[in-house]
């Protein structure tokens, strides 16, 4: 199913439970979905742009430049296949708390699942043990987020690709992210199967 909008920013008409919240940008019918954690950890308060505004943010812009997914930075940056978005949208005065982030988990799953990317490629702590949980088998008890970053792993439906918080990137771990994007473009990530010749017509059906 392909979705039919010329949006880029907020292109589902998210409406959360808060005055000022930064949507989901992007292409609606990304093959890639990057998830940080909330604006005032990666940006966007500002802006209304997820990772903008913010020096993690353009850390993270530059590293997904140089791997493909955008083709330009700053605060409208221009996607390629990609989309951004948050757990947490809203604007908060402090930190979000466990309920804040439990209220805002319907909203981020019917994005997740509306966009329907084939890889995820969450941003730090928080995100990366959500995905984790709930796209994968993976177990978090241990969760060790260094070695993670850049590793592909296997999910229920997606390839998950974890990402080090950029606050906290090492000299290469950059290079790194754009290394393992870099390959994984030139892979079959969409891991479709037809199922079309088991049903008429000649129409193409491709599952997951």
Known sequence: MRNVTDRVSNPFGMRPPCDRFVPG???ANAHF????DHPGVHGGS???VPFTGHPAGRRLQRALRDAGLL????D???VANTYLSYLHTCVTAGEPTEDDYGAMEPFFDAELRAIAAHVLLPVGERPIRHVLETCTAHETTDLDVEALHATELLGSGWLV???RDPSAWAD???DRLVDAIETLRETDYRRESDLGRF???NDPYLVR
Do not use: K, M
């Open 25 to 27: 940008y992007g292409d």
């Open 33 to 36: 979905h990057v998830i940080g």
């Open 46 to 48: 500002e802006t209304g």
């Open 71 to 74: 083709r330009t930075t700053g």
């Open 76 to 78: 409208e940056p221009e």
């Open 161 to 163: 690709l974890p990402i």
């Open 172 to 174: 290469d771990d950059a």
């Open 199 to 201: 049903i008429a017509g």
